[in-house]
């Protein structure tokens, strides 16, 4: 029923139309690319709820999981760890051209479990992954970070970054 490469044989289930089924199962996880950067999911997978309904013309699908997101914080680049809460539905229902009831997750009755996993991962995933909500990056001049640093002590003789110092002797008329 579900097997290799992380499809379910829907088929397999044997529901009739309006019959229901939850299934409890280890779904594979990728990691992600953000960035330039890698952020790995926790034991490379994750216990998930599939809940399959079959309709009179298809299957109405949800998918429930936990994953952490271990990977640099886009301020600081101290290691983050993010804590995510998917819960995905999908639609098929066979025989209609109407691509919004079509799963693209959905082919000849199997369901690529895996692939759907990684994809409502990324979609969960926030655009930039912090070490705390409160972080306040590293310093512009000389890059410590100011998580650490004493804001009183942390100061420097000329402010901004060195590299444009000529550009603030420009004179515009």
Not at 54 to 79: H, K
Not at 139 to 160: F, I, M, T, W
Request: proline share 5%; net charge negative.
């Amino acid at each position: 029923m579900y097997g290799e490469g992380g499809k379910l044989d829907l088929e397999g289930l044997a529901l009739s139309s309006g019959q229901a089924r939850a299934l409890d199962l280890k779904v594979g996880l990728a990691p992600i690319e953000l960035g330039g950067q890698t952020y790995s999911p926790a034991g490379q997978g994750s216990e998930a709820r599939l809940d399959v309904s079959r309709t009179s013309t298809g299957y109405a699908l949800r998918l429930r999981f936990s994953s952490q997101l271990n990977g640099p914080c886009v301020r600081c680049l101290e290691e983050a760890a993010t804590d995510l809460e998917i819960d995905a539905r999908e639609v098929d229902q066979g025989g209609t051209a109407d691509e919004e009831l079509r799963s693209p997750y959905v082919s000849d009755s199997n369901l690529e479990l895996d692939r759907w996993a990684n994809d409502a991962l990324v979609l969960a995933f926030p655009a930039q992954p912090l070490c705390r909500s409160d972080c306040a990056g590293l310093c512009p001049v000389c890059g410590e970070s100011l998580n650490d640093a004493d804001p009183e002590a942390h100061r420097h003789s000329q402010g901004g970054d060195p590299r444009m110092a000529k550009l603030r002797d420009l004179k515009l008329d």
